[in-house]
């Protein structure tokens, strides 16, 4: 009787501790995705930088050009 209750102790406590581990993988992949998420954000934050200097760049040569022809 003793062998059955070590038994299914030892049973019920690898299942706690592969619950325990499956959630921290989640948790780990969660975490990678939301880093991912927000180096994107970044991304497209300083691509969108750039681009409205080069814009404001375009403009003020455009703007010096036509002083020029005055």
């Known amino acids: 009787m003793r062998a059955i209750c070590d038994f299914i ?3 019920v406590v690898e299942e706690e501790e592969e619950e325990e581990e499956e959630e921290e993988e989640e948790e780990e992949e969660e975490e990678e995705e939301e880093e991912e998420e927000e180096e994107e ?3 497209e934050e ?3 930088e750039e681009e409205e200097e080069e814009e404001e760049e375009e403009e003020e040569e455009e ?3 036509q002083q020029q022809q005055q």
Do not use: A, I, S
């Open 9 to 11: 102790t030892l049973k």
């Open 41 to 43: 954000e970044e991304e």
């Open 46 to 48: 300083e691509e969108e």
């Open 63 to 65: 703007q010096q050009q």
